[in-house]
């Protein structure tokens, strides 16, 4: 069985500060992927990233980075000098040999100016 | 490129009623999802469509929820009798091969059953 945690249920930053997004996972395949999704309040998922299992590398896109430790069993998400923009829901997401995508609760992050 | 098309984008019902969601995916993507998202949840699966044949439906309460995808393309999932428990959003999702792939999603349809 797969299982996405995300720790945290709402998170409140000022404009300009750098936010963390947790997210742990489990599960027993070897091959998965894991993913980010943005959720904002017109309700619609919007896809961030996928990374692989076989490739440990951090990424950056622009103001996003994510950092994947498969020694914690970890995929967190950061957000580097937010904006009221970034305000939404954060999935984070495993698929694995079930070709199913296992959701995490998500985190409510609020972005104040 | 037109995105997933869900319709309607609310509906509201008493319980014992019946009612029907409309999905229209990305042109050429093969496989189909249907998520319930419960509010404060994640996305739950409901079942999946490969083409117009169903993958995997575990998670469908059959009893009430039935789901197709006629000519493998849109899909229509439909709860009859709902319940108070129904009320949730009704995402449906939609993938190139289904293998790894990036899911796109719809706007979803919000389900409030009273």
């Known amino acids: 069985a797969q299982k996405v945690t995300q720790a945290q249920t709402e998170i409140s930053v000022v404009e300009k500060e750098d936010v963390t997004l947790d997210c742990v996972y489990e599960?027993?395949?070897?091959?998965?992927?894991l993913f980010w999704y943005k959720q904002p309040p017109s309700g619609e998922l919007v896809f961030l990233i996928r990374?692989?299992?076989?490739?440990?590398q951090n990424e950056i896109s622009g103001r996003y980075s994510w950092n994947f430790q498969k020694s914690t069993s970890s995929f967190n998400f950061t957000i580097t000098a937010s904006q009221v923009v970034d305000s939404a829901v954060y999935f984070c997401?495993?698929?694995?040999?079930?070709?199913?995508?296992?959701f995490g609760s998500g985190t409510q992050l609020t972005v104040l100016p | 490129e037109a995105g997933v098309a869900q319709s309607p984008r609310y509906k509201i019902i008493e319980k014992r009623q019946s009612v029907a969601f409309w999905c229209n995916p990305i042109?050429?993507?093969?496989?189909l999802y249907w998520y319930q998202q419960i509010l404060g949840q994640g996305p739950k699966l409901l079942i999946q469509?490969?083409?117009?044949?169903?993958?995997?439906d575990s998670q469908l309460p059959k009893d009430r929820f039935s789901a197709e995808r006629l000519k493998g393309v849109d899909s229509t999932l439909k709860i009859q009798p709902a319940k108070l428990e129904d009320s949730a959003v009704y995402l449906c999702?939609?993938?190139?091969?289904?293998?790894?792939?990036?899911?796109?999603f719809g706007p979803g349809t919000r389900l409030t059953v009273l």
């Open positions: 990374r692989n299992s076989f490739d440990e």
């Open positions: 042109s050429g993507h093969a496989t």
């Open positions: 999702a939609s993938s190139y091969q289904g293998n790894y792939n990036e899911q796109f």
């Open positions: 469509f490969q083409n117009n044949g169903v993958v995997d």
């Open positions: 599960t027993r395949d070897t091959t998965y992927y």
């Open positions: 997401a495993l698929e694995g040999s079930a070709r199913q995508l296992t």
